[in-house]
């Protein structure tokens, strides 16, 4: 089958066949994955069915899943905007509603100006209303009340909030559902 290979991507399993992180979901490109399977860095668990590429010589499956060869640890979480979102799960942290990533900001429980840090411990995802009406408050200056306290989420408990988090299904190719819902439960 004759078909446009450039935007698939591969889902990265860790040794244990877990994903590798659930947030953001462990993919690579297929080429990079495809590569690492050819140097033997990686299992090929899965492959696109009917997807093949070619070279002068050879055919080749392109790979759907693959899985480490050893089980990698994951020690911290990366302080980023969406691993912030993930924690908060995308939901203010003063009026307690839910936002898509566009709609919401980030704010500093202990404003900047007043020695507050862009770390884990201080910021919070808020929706811009709340946001501009807190200002260069603290949250008590403000009348305001957190919804729960910031926190440096551990890899287990951000990838476990992660799964939480509704997925478009069509972002996720069928080889991979078999490696993503172990802990759902079983349909009767």
Partial sequence: MTMNVGNLRTLVLNADMQPLSWAPLSVWNWKDAFVAVHQDRVLQIKTYEDILVHSVNETYEVPSVVALKRYRKRKRVAFTRYNLFVRDQFTCQYCGERFCSK???????????????????????????????????????AGMKLIRPPFEPSPYELDGLARSLARAEDQLHQTWMDYLYWGSELES
């Fill in 103 to 141: 709609d919401l900001t980030f704010d500093h429980v202990i404003p900047r100006s007043r020695g507050g840090t862009a770390s884990w411990t201080n910021i919070v995802a808020s929706c811009q209303y709340d946001n501009l009406r807190k200002a260069n408050h603290t949250p008590r200056e």
